[in-house]
């Protein structure tokens, strides 16, 4: 019998983006219930999978070339103590469910016995009854009959136990909480924007209310929560996990840069390395108990006191942030040569030592995804990569889109110092398309830009992200217009 799922659920069970199903529900290809959509449906859709006849969890189903008990076994299990709640809390669910089953059978055949009475007293026999005593038996016979079993039902009990399911309201977004992850750092990872501050359980920012479902504590916090919210069901995100394979929680998220507080910390250079001659990337950690919280695409300014470069004043700039916010203690900013900038001259010049404090102040900026499920272009020239790669990084994360396009402009010849990174992306993810340009002027590059996009795969129906020096952002931005991209649909940073 078919099951009614999540989409986000089913994105999971076949293997496929979110963003990916939801352009079929669009399209008219699945249709949902009240938000689901139904097993039988999906097998439908992917009928290539199918049961294996024998075998253990690794054989339980073969989907294409990526076989889901794979996709299983390479997962990081959570914890014993986890493990088992789960377990425990999923053999509760079937022992109900068992009970429940074993309840309505014994009524059904005790209204059987009681018809077959009914018709032994009546001379003759009632012909309703006996029709009604035909229908039962029908019904019983078909209810006890076997059935092949639905492969989703059987994949998605299996999900139930390694990744717990994690729904928040009201926003209504899911995440999977994998492994050893607290429930913050499963947000995170999953590219929510959840309200948190020290992550270490003594600020109390990210406490949030469990509306349904059990959690775990995974590290002991310092945070005081009160007896009326223990007794209401508040606890914290950075200190417990799912206990059970589903949980329901009630929280706030941000819903844009004017939701995230200015901070102000002093984080530590763990490295300064050549990406390119004319590029450095400089990699900073925050402290444990002071993270930086940011969205990605935003940028921070950063500053050294008593540099001897400025003989005694502060040498401050500002960047993006290169690195996706799912990891908030390790930043990376890609700092290229400029005589002209004395936080520039001073990176290139090894004057930040590792292990040098450094003052971060921010985020700035509005250069952050929109909540949209269209599909992603990004456009970046030189270093304006930075911004993009965050933003590419927490798109993956979201996996809300059905496809990403990235194309690369360099004006110098060791601008694509990151190209490495972006050839992996296309090779390892189906969805994800990149294509690299030279060309000395930054405006004659946008025109190239423009044209490649038009001609790869043009769609006025994306959202497009542009990153860069003025002449290419404001050039390309002006081609995309022309080309009848709304306006609404752009959105742009210049360097």
């Not at 390479?74 to 014993?80: D, M």
């Not at 007794?231 to 950075?238: A, D, S, V």
């Not at 901070?263 to 444990?288: C, F, G, N, S, Y």
Request: glycine share 8%.
């Amino acid at each position: 019998m078919a099951q009614w799922i999540t989409v986000w659920r089913a994105a999971q069970l076949v293997g496929v983006p979110r963003g990916v199903l939801q352009q079929r529900v669009r399209a008219g290809e699945i249709a949902l219930a009240d938000g689901l959509v139904s097993t039988q449906a999906l097998l439908e859709l992917y009928p290539q999978m199918q049961l294996e006849q024998s075998g253990m969890l690794e054989r339980v189903v073969h989907i294409k070339e990526d076989a889901f008990g794979r996709r299983v076994r390479e997962r990081l299990l959570p914890s014993q103590e986890v493990l088992a709640q789960r377990l425990f809390h999923q053999g509760q669910e079937m022992a109900d469910v068992q009970r429940h089953l074993q309840r309505y059978h014994a009524l059904v055949i005790g209204l059987r016995d009681r018809i077959d009475a009914l018709l032994l007293q009546t001379p003759g026999g009632d012909a309703s009854l006996r029709i009604l005593q035909r229908e039962l038996n029908e019904g019983l016979a078909r209810a006890l009959a076997t059935e092949a079993v639905d492969p989703l039902d059987v994949m998605d009990d299996i999900l139930k136990v390694v990744a717990a399911q994690v729904t928040l309201r009201p926003s209504g977004h899911q995440f999977a909480v994998e492994g050893h992850d607290t429930l913050l750092q499963a947000g995170l990872k999953s590219g929510l924007a959840l309200n948190y501050g020290c992550g270490n359980g003594s600020c109390g920012m990210c406490k949030v209310r469990v509306i349904a479902g059990e959690v775990a504590k995974v590290m002991p916090f310092d945070y005081p929560l009160s007896e009326a919210e223990k007794r209401q069901g508040y606890t914290l995100l950075c200190a417990h996990t799912a206990a059970s394979s589903e949980l329901t929680l009630e929280t706030l998220e941000a819903g844009g840069p004017a939701d995230i507080p200015q901070q102000q910390i002093v984080a530590t250079v763990r490295a300064v390395r050549e990406l390119a001659p004319d590029t450095r990337l400089l990699h900073l950690q925050t402290p444990r108990t002071n993270r930086l919280r940011f969205l990605a695409g935003q940028s921070v300014t950063l500053g050294r006191a008593g540099s001897a470069a400025t003989a005694g004043d502060d040498v401050r700039a500002t960047h993006p942030i290169a690195s996706c916010p799912c990891d908030d203690r390790n930043l990376h900013f890609y700092i290229p040569r400029d005589g002209a900038s004395a936080f520039a001259r001073m990176v290139f010049d090894g004057l930040l030592a590792v292990g040098s404090p450094l003052n971060l102040w921010g985020p700035i900026g509005e250069f952050v995804l929109a909540d949209s499920n269209r599909p992603l272009v990004f456009a970046a020239c030189d270093t304006g990569f930075a911004p993009i790669k965050s933003l590419i990084e927490h798109a993956l994360s979201l996996d809300a889109s059905p496809s990403l396009s990235l194309y690369w402009l360099a004006t110098r010849s060791d601008g694509h110092f990151q190209a490495n990174q972006c050839r992996a992306w296309s090779e390892a993810l189906d969805a994800f398309e990149y294509a690299a340009f030279s060309e000395l002027d930054p405006a004659a590059g946008a025109a190239q830009v423009a044209a490649a996009i038009r001609a790869d795969q043009f769609d006025i129906d994306c959202d497009f992200y542009l990153a860069g020096p003025q002449a290419f952002v404001e050039g390309l931005g002006a081609a995309l217009l022309a080309a009848g991209v709304p306006a609404a649909q752009m959105r742009s940073e210049i360097l």
